[in-house]
């Protein structure tokens, strides 16, 4: 297989365990944006909770803008999951699988990654999710200094340098923290984010 | 974000203070499966879905939530739709999500409500579902309880008005510019007007120090657009559920936006800020800068509306864009945009015209002057 075929593959599978995984929470649909973001988020955090140097979402590249990250290969991705009639449009224009037949296949670690990233965000409900993502580290270094490159999603980016912190203060200050898993943290964390929208300190 | 410091002795106090409250709710138990978050996290998409006034709880055993049957978001809300559900608060269901009982209870307040269901959790999990949110209780622990929010903080957020509703924000706004602490700023000062009057005047007299702080009493401060600009910024900032970007944003032709907000989806909403009247120069020795209504319209219209293509033009989605005028001139005048004539709307500047509208003028009167 063609490494563009294979990437545009590996795309269009995550996004249909995306839209599987949210319908499994009760989401009926979700906008073309939202979908971006979800994946940058997936990316951006993975090696925070996963101890190894290779990115299972490697393949994204995203580029900044002022309304969130973008990748064009999911971009392409959706336009391709839209031609072959497997995502449909609502009313309101947001993407939904057009049957429930169609379900992620392949890699379990993959799967439960999204899983994790969208139990998540399944808390705070999709409006949320640009929130979340003008509030990632990375992401509002890139804007706040008008960079216009690709974003930096190494194993060691800013946003898993600033989780790592977080996670180290818990470990500094706590005396037991033996039943904290990384999941949690990363559950702490999305929380202290949220405080920080709530109480308008973003 | 960026520059959240997790290093401080405050941040590390405070998770300190709340350690009892952290283990609770990181112990291991049935609330990290995969089941129980699924089903939660139904019930919260249940929860934002629909106007929920009143208090439900959803009980249902720990045995009961391993054995959870798969894809049940549609069998959930259609059960929970039904009038049983919906006359009936306590509601005990198995894995396959089959009601089992259904009552009515009246717990009198929240603290024995609380109280209650602490100990109800003992025997079953209880997601309650309450008009601010789904809280859940497991093994006689609050386990779901937020740590780095308090519900006030939630329930102060969710009442804040998002972007529809904009236009009422501007009416709560033009209140806000008739108290004194909020106006005052964009004024000279007595002082100021009085070293102006030494300038203008030779020797003046006490009588004509007053005349000319009365004749002068709308005379704005030195390049007023600022204050008034993060005046509307601070306040949209407080009181619109939305973010109101902190600094002003630059279009790729380098000109400069005033106030750009995003909605909860990301979609774009600009405000350009102007104003009419009179301002002292940077020096304070001499009048500064005069604008009129004829300064806005049409001019200002069709700058903000030429934004409007460039964002387009830049594959920016523009929901919205609005002209805001600060009216600090003397006498009470028609609105600066009373009438536009869209002849002055050349090229293709007409297709981006339906996405402008016009705030009516934001009157800034001195009152009472300092």
């Known amino acids: 297989m063609k490494q563009s075929t294979k990437e545009l593959y590996n795309s269009n599978n995550d996004i249909i365990g995306l839209l599987q995984l949210i319908k499994g929470i009760g989401w009926q649909s979700i906008r073309e944006q939202s979908i971006q973001r979800t994946l940058y988020l997936t990316k951006v955090l993975y090696t925070f909770v996963n101890d190894e140097n290779e990115n299972l979402f490697s393949d994204y590249y995203f580029s900044i803008s002022i309304t969130g990250p973008y990748s064009e290969l999911i971009n392409r991705s959706i336009l391709d999951l839209k031609v ?9 224009g947001n993407l ?10 392949g890699d379990e670690k993959k799967f439960n990654w999204l899983k994790t990233i969208v139990y998540i965000l399944g808390i705070y409900g999709e409006n949320k999710i640009f929130s979340f993502t003008i509030n990632d580290p990375l992401y509002k270094e890139a804007i706040e200094t008008n960079s216009q490159k690709t974003l930096d999603t190494s194993p060691e980016n800013k946003t898993v340098k600033t989780l790592n912190e977080f996670k180290a203060a818990f470990e500094e200050t706590l005396n037991d923290i033996s039943e904290i898993s990384k999941d949690e943290y990363l559950e702490l964390y999305f929380e202290y984010v949220f405080s920080k929208i709530i109480l308008r300190e973003e | 974000m960026g520059g959240f410091n ?6 590390k106090q405070f998770l300190k203070d709340k350690e009892s409250q952290i283990h609770i709710r990181t112990e291991s138990g049935i609330q990290e499966t995969d089941n129980f978050k699924n089903l939660h996290r139904c019930i919260a998409t249940y929860h934002r879905e ?34 049983e559900c919906i006359i009936n608060n306590h509601l005990l269901f198995d894995g396959n999500l089959d009601l089992i009982k259904v009552e009515r209870k009246e717990i009198k307040n929240n603290n024995d409500a609380r109280k209650y269901y602490l100990e109800l959790s003992c025997e079953v999990c209880v997601f309650l579902i309450n008009p601010k949110g789904v809280h859940y209780f497991v093994d006689g622990k609050d386990v779901g309880e937020a740590i780095f929010f308090t519900t006030d903080a939630l329930n102060t957020y969710n009442e804040l008005k998002d972007i529809t509703k904009i236009i009422e924000i501007f009416d709560e706004y033009r209140s806000h510019l008739k108290v004194k602490n909020n106006y ?19 020797n003046p007299t006490k009588k004509q120090y007053e005349d000319f702080n009365n004749e002068h009493k709308q005379l704005l401060e030195n390049k007023p657009e600022d204050r008034f600009r993060d005046d509307l910024r601070m306040y949209l900032t407080k009181n619109l559920k939305a973010t109101v970007l902190s600094k002003e944003y630059i279009l790729e032709n380098f000109k400069r936006l005033d106030i750009f907000i995003n909605d909860d989806f990301g979609e774009l909403y600009l405000i350009e800020v102007k104003w009419v009247g009179v301002s002292i120069h940077s020096l304070g020795q001499k009048i500064g800068t005069c604008y009129e209504a004829k300064d806005i319209n049409p001019n200002a219209v069709l700058q903000t509306v030429d934004y409007i293509r460039q964002l387009n033009n830049e594959r920016k989605n523009i929901k919205l864009a609005y002209l805001a005028v600060f009216d ?16 002055h709307l050349i090229e293709d500047l007409s297709k981006y015209y339906p996405r402008f509208k016009k705030i009516p003028d934001f009157k800034v009167i001195n009152q009472h002057p300092s």
């Open chain 1, 84 to 92: 072959r009639e497997i995502l449909t449009e609502d009313i309101e």
């Open chain 2, 6 to 11: 997790f290093r401080t002795d405050s941040f």
């Open chain 2, 328 to 343: 600090a001139r003397n006498e009470d005048l028609p609105d600066t945009v009373d009438v536009f004539d869209e002849k």
């Open chain 1, 96 to 105: 939904k699988l057009s049957q429930f037949k169609y379900k992620f296949e």
């Open chain 2, 184 to 202: 005052y700023k964009f004024f000279a000062s007595k002082s100021t007007k009085s070293s102006l009057c030494k300038h203008l005047i030779d």
């Open chain 2, 50 to 83: 629909r106007p929920i006034q009143d208090f439900t709880a959803i009980l249902i055993s720990k045995d009961e939530i391993s054995n959870l049957i798969t894809d049940f978001s549609d069998k959930l809300f259609k059960t929970l739709d039904e009038n």
